[in-house]
């Protein structure tokens, strides 16, 4: 029979007392810093930056703040997801007051997705829409254009989606005032060329970083959301960027999710426009969603509309132009979800990575 080691049971008891003192250290510590698990987690991690009882001036500056300390951001590792079709490879670019581009490619097909704007047009390209085209739209025109069905907002709306967001002080804005734990929400309006949008922005209590966006109509309608986390701060600027974004356009039923794995920031020259240039693509043509001879098909939506609204004229100062297109039968939009009937003379097969059945 084994021999019992007669020093064996103070060291065990010796080992229990440690992990008992350590586990009373950390509860101690844990205690001493207050809420719950997830503020101390994140006082570790970061500085607070809102105080407590914030004041809706400090709300607002302290999201202003910080989107003055990016001119441009960038990353060429990215995903896109949208339901019912895999994750793409992403390139994102977005520089301040209103340029940005998404583009998105599989890994066998080659370019799937062109989305961007310039401050003077917008375009959208989706290489298996039928039929094949580039929707394009000035954004002078937005306003009485089709363009609407596939983007509720105006397309400047992105950079406030992908995490540079701007409260405009000089408009009526209600709160703080408490959302859930550890979350706060004011209201503000803003002007946009379709009138006066009410806009819901909810953030994080502890850092003051927006984690929620959501614009509505005067009708109550909620046009388009933005829900960002997964929150880093870039090392020279000391702005704080999301990389997680899931954009939503409820009344296009329309839907995606960018994934960032790091921003570049302030990377893009200020007079370098080459990237936020209307693309070409061969044997897509530009469609103007502008043109008042054009009639889209939103899927569930109503027919369309026998005398659309007249088309304003492009300012003569502007250099855009777009290679007439007449369009004798409806257009099939690009979007998700819903049911429809193409016209007869676009294939009926055809698949649209924006759709999911």
């Known amino acids: 029979m084994m021999e019992r080691n007669p020093n064996h049971r103070p060291r065990l008891q010796a080992a229990s007392q440690r992990a008992l003192l350590a586990l009373a250290i950390w509860m101690t510590l844990f205690a001493a810093g207050g809420a719950n698990c997830g503020q101390w987690v994140r006082q570790y991690r970061q500085p607070r930056t809102l105080p407590e009882s914030a004041t809706l001036e400090q709300v607002v500056n302290t999201i202003n703040a910080n989107t003055a300390k990016v001119q441009s951001m960038q990353s060429t590792q990215a995903s896109l997801s949208v339901p019912g079709i895999p994750s793409l490879r992403a390139n994102v670019s977005a520089q301040e007051p209103s340029r940005m581009r998404l583009r998105a490619d599989s890994s066998f097909g080659g370019p799937e997705l062109d989305l961007g704007s310039n401050g003077e047009l917008f375009w959208l390209w989706v290489r298996r829409n039928q039929?094949?085209?580039?929707?394009?739209?000035?954004?002078?025109?937005?306003?009485?254009?089709?363009?609407?069905?596939?983007?509720?907002?105006?397309?400047?709306?992105?950079?406030?989606?992908?995490?540079?967001?701007?409260?405009?002080?000089?408009?009526?804005?209600?709160?703080?005032?408490?959302?859930?734990?550890?979350?706060?929400?004011?209201?503000?309006?803003?002007?946009?060329?379709?009138?006066?949008?009410?806009?819901?922005?909810?953030?994080?209590?502890?850092?003051?970083?927006?984690?929620?966006?959501?614009?509505?109509?005067?009708?109550?309608?909620?046009?388009?959301?933005?829900?960002?986390?997964?929150?880093?701060?870039?090392?020279?600027?000391?702005?704080?960027?999301?990389?997680?974004?899931?954009?939503?356009?409820?009344?296009?039923?329309?839907?995606?999710?960018?994934?960032?794995?790091?921003?570049?920031?302030?990377?893009?020259?200020?007079?370098?426009?080459?990237?936020?240039?209307?693309?070409?693509?061969?044997?897509?043509?530009?469609?103007?969603?502008?043109?008042?001879?054009?009639?889209?098909?939103?899927?569930?939506?109503?027919?369309?509309?026998a005398n659309p609204p007249p088309m304003i004229q492009p300012s003569a100062a502007s250099s855009a132009t777009f290679a007439p297109i007449k369009a004798s039968q409806p257009i099939v939009l690009p979007a998700q979800g819903g049911s429809y009937q193409p016209p007869p003379q676009y294939s009926q097969g055809a698949s649209n990575p924006l759709r999911s059945n």
């Open 131 to 305: 039929p094949p085209a580039l929707f394009v739209c000035r954004n002078d025109q937005f306003a009485t254009s089709s363009a609407r069905q596939i983007m509720p907002v105006e397309p400047a709306w992105l950079l406030e989606a992908v995490g540079l967001v701007k409260i405009d002080g000089s408009q009526p804005i209600d709160g703080p005032s408490p959302v859930g734990s550890g979350r706060l929400q004011i209201r503000s309006r803003q002007p946009s060329a379709v009138g006066i949008l009410t806009k819901v922005t909810v953030v994080d209590a502890w850092d003051g970083t927006v984690v929620e966006q959501h614009l509505y109509d005067s009708q109550n309608r909620r046009l388009a959301s933005s829900i960002t986390n997964n929150y880093s701060r870039d090392p020279l600027t000391g702005a704080a960027l999301p990389r997680s974004i899931e954009i939503q356009w409820p009344t296009a039923q329309m839907n995606l999710r960018l994934d960032v794995k790091d921003w570049l920031v302030n990377s893009i020259p200020l007079d370098n426009a080459t990237i936020f240039e209307k693309p070409q693509y061969p044997g897509y043509p530009d469609l103007n969603l502008a043109d008042p001879n054009l009639r889209l098909v939103a899927p569930g939506g109503a027919p369309p509309v």
